[in-house]
């Protein structure tokens, strides 16, 4: 049986609206707050409580999450003074943004001054995955915290602990580097069946439980023969997860051709074909261009 708990989510965008219907539906406690009030609203409806800012929001929660565009978001709100304020000691803040992990491993030291736990946790599943609550949810901090926030995760996914603080994020970008490049792939293969006269629907019936299916050949392959890119995982922050991946591996003396090719290619989706807030399965329009076809 679920325990309640006081919990504040701040950021009901596209992912953040379901997870917080999801915790809401698990009997927790719930406090929103969006900088776009109208994007949290409806959530009063559902029993959750709307706060006036982000200091109001976190006031008396035993757990915060942060759900934004990236680290310089959530570092940014962590630093607030007026936020600092009205937290409580004993207070665990799960950061479920993705950022890079110096974010998570600042964040995570400038909570502790303040006697507030940090989890990095971003997550993976796309829309879909917040509404189902199925997200993969890759967790870096102390065990015994994550231990304690592991019920509150629960209610949104499958929660795995990966190490100390840093290492969800790096697991994040492990996850979007596999993701970009894989979706650079189906591209490429749905193109081709395509071009060359076959069915792609069936090719990728025939090719589901083989060495080459995954999700994003049944989802996204299907998205990018019949033309549906409305966003489920937009492709403005699936370039800002690349350039995370690739100034890590910098960092760390690494040479990774395959992301920075596709990085680069998303780049040009985003600056050439306005692609930004576009699907990431996108991708395939870009392709499509560079062989001279319709888009």
């Known amino acids: 049986m679920t325990t309640a708990r006081r919990i504040t989510l701040i950021g009901t965008g596209l992912m953040g609206f379901p997870m917080s219907q999801n915790l809401i539906k698990a009997g927790h406690h719930l406090t929103v707050w969006n ?12 029993g959750a409580t ?37 937290l409580g000691r004993g207070t665990i803040w799960l950061d479920m ?12 030291a400038t909570l502790k001054k303040l006697g507030v736990a940090h989890l990095d946790a971003p997550v993976s599943g796309g829309t879909k995955g917040a509404e189902t609550g199925s997200l993969a949810i890759m967790v870096g901090g102390d065990a ?32 979007q580097t596999i993701v970009a490049v894989t979706i650079s792939a189906v591209a490429e293969a749905m193109l081709l069946v395509e071009q060359g006269g076959a069915d792609p629907a069936a090719v990728r019936a025939a090719l589901k439980g083989g060495f080459a299916d995954s999700t994003i050949l049944q989802q996204h ?20 997860d690349l350039n995370n991946t690739l100034d890590e591996a910098r960092q760390l003396g690494l040479e990774l051709p395959a992301t920075q090719s596709v990085r680069d290619r998303f780049q040009h989706f985003i600056d050439a074909m306005d692609g930004a807030e576009k699907d990431h399965s996108g991708l395939y329009l870009e392709l499509k261009a560079r062989n001279g076809l319709p888009t």
Do not use: W
């Open 35 to 46: 900088r776009s009030a109208s994007r949290a609203e409806p959530l009063a409806a559902e």
């Open 50 to 86: 709307l706060a006036a800012s982000p200091a109001e929001a976190v006031a008396d929660a035993e757990v915060v999450i942060t759900m934004l565009s990236d680290g310089f978001a959530s570092g940014a709100l962590i630093g607030d003074a007026a936020v600092q304020k009205a």
């Open 97 to 108: 943004s993705s950022a890079k992990p110096e974010h998570a491993r600042s964040q995570s």
């Open 144 to 175: 015994e915290t994550f231990e304690a926030a592991r019920e509150v995760f629960e209610a949104m996914g499958r929660p795995v602990y990966v190490g100390p603080s840093g290492a969800g994020q790096l697991s994040k970008l492990a996850n």
């Open 221 to 240: 392959g299907a998205r990018m023969t019949s033309g549906d890119f409305e966003p489920g995982g937009l492709t403005k922050f699936q370039v800002k």
